[in-house]
């Protein structure tokens, strides 16, 4: 008995610990790390990845219980994918069970074996090539199939068979049964590659950043790719794509949302003809799984992804592309709160491979990392073809009557455009119809009962909603406070908007764009379609419209209230503000027409939005950068919050102190700064008291080799039982 391996297994949950078992019964041969095994624990059945295998356990060997199945034949984890995840766990402290179940697709984390539904792929059996489909008149639809893999002697894929011949299965197995055609159970079916649509000739900045990136495959370099918006950076990546696949290698192409890029899956499976592979969240379980087991058997060779597939095993991984770089999705927010694209530079650097980081609007982060000459700089500084950048004027509206939120000269140009039968673009980032609603008669507001926050009012509805901790009620039909009826709603959100935008021009189709208009599945794609047909004239929308899509028939785009984003309470607020003003400028005039881009503003000087509009992104981010270098923020320091929260108001604050005073006990003097505690700038949110401490330092590796200290301490503090806390290393936000 005491001869027998002990297995130590990571299982979901806080614990920082791995787990002992012996290994089951009835199997001779022990599992390889990284291979899941079913345990007991407790009174249930768990799912478990095998991380080691030792010879003795610390326990005594009554209490070692025994794992009762090996569920996968292989290992879905190699050891330098373990390894990674370790990283990973250690960096952000985060428990390494919990960091590896995040790896594992849902269905994969129950203790139940892997399904694998491979894709089914049909070729002709000599004898079938021989047959004359004409022959088969009475047969037209066993003639049709034996047609179409007449030209595909490689095989194709049944799925293709049924696009173009309907659902015919029954054909199918009859054809088999003559034995004209044959089954193939395809790992990777080069029966899948079409007709591909052909490729742009590279412009001389592309083409370099191409060669720039290619020369570095095979071995680490992390690239940044600064190109204008419309500038190809997207055709770019597609060139490499390309060289990559010609080579039998993986891509793992992470992008913000996947829900509002359909056009560049589209646009990916066009030119390439083959299938894009894509891992998130929005698939089902089953769909995820495969996905994922088809990244994880090197048969899919382009992953597209959002942030979590960072930790999808792709054993044949030659490069990583990161759109959009700068965009704050890429790091989660909550739970395990790692940053997608740091660990997309931690995993190049491991495997090795390049990583390519394409943004227009690159984050202050990655600047600095060019500056300082860590990552490759490339730059495509010009539109492609004859498109020029937009024009930006600021619309100064101190003293403008507004009509709904609208300037008389913003609608002025509106209407020209409209003329023109180009396309407008307006943006307001606030979704609703009015972010307030108060009581003419009392002055009272709708406040959240849960937050310190305002209810924003949805009129079609009938809802005031928060759009903090999504607490919902009625519209109140009288002044909850004095009786009063007279209601009225303050400010614009886009619901309203889109009414006034429907008053002044009654036969304009308006097309909105935000969460409420695109919850439903398919819907945002529906309405991209739509735009792109020019079908919408206006276009209206919240942030959701930043995002890399191409409309080349926009030629105006007004920014309705920016505003509220350049006193914002964070110290990133206007790097935020710059490159959400820049990308949805970068929609105007991508094509032949030139754009315009008007902002409406009540502080026209502003020194950010001046920079900004004069010199344009580069130079508001050399500025910014500066003021960063002298308040020694990051990316010139590294910090840590500490966010406790409690339904009582005293005790995140007790527990913060606690915890700074634990944390001062162990540091270097003077290595480390604490600020704090304090609350959080919305104190109260979904019904709970928020405060939060910070901790900086100029060296990363110090922060890093304290941190483990602290966490220790932390979760022994009696206060810590009275409050929920969570760290953030390298936050990106201070809520
Ligand atoms: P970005 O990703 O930088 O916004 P895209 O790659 O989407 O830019 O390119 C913008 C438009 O220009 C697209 O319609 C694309 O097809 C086209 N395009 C890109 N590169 C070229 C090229 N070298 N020649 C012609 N058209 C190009
Ligand atoms: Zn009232
Ligand atoms: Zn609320």
Redesign the pocket.
Known sequence: MSSEPILRIALPGPLRLLFDYLPPHDHDLIPLPGTRLAVPFGRTKRCGVLIEIVPRSQLPAERLKRATAILDSSPLFTAADLKFLHWASHYYQHPFGDVIFHALPVRLRKPLPAKQVLPTAWRLTPKGRSIDPTTLSRAPRQAAILRSLQTHPAGQLESELFERCGNCKTVLRNLQQKTWIESLRTESPQAKRQQSSSA????QD?ALAVKQTRRFLGQFKAVLLE?V???????VYLHLLEQTLDTHGQVLVLVPEIGLTPQLVRRFERRLGRPVTLLHSNLSQGEREQAWLAANRGSAQILVGTRSAIFTPIPNLQLIILDEEHDISFKQQEGFRYSARDLAIVRAQRQPCPVLLGSATPSLESLHNAQQGRYLHLH?PER??SAVPPRISLLDIRSSRLDGGLSPALLKQVRATLQRQEQVILFLNRRGYAPVITCHACGWLADCPRCDARMTLHLKSHLLWCHHCGHQHATPERCPSCESPDLRPLGQGTERLEGVLNQHFPDIPVARIDRDTTSRKGSLEKLLKAIAADDFPIILGTQMLAK?H?FPNVTLVGLIDVDQGLFGADYRAPERMAQLITQVAGRAG?ADKPGHVLIQTRHPDHPLLTALVQEGYPAFARDALLERRQAQLPPYSYQVLLRAESTKSDDPTAFLEHASAAGQQITPAGALDFWGPVPAPMERRAGKFHAHLLVQSPDRATLQRWLKHWVERLSELPSAKRVRWSLDVDPQEML
């Open positions: 742009h000739e590279l412009n592309q190109g918006t419309g500038s190809g950076k997207t055709e495509l492609v073809g890399g191409h991508r």
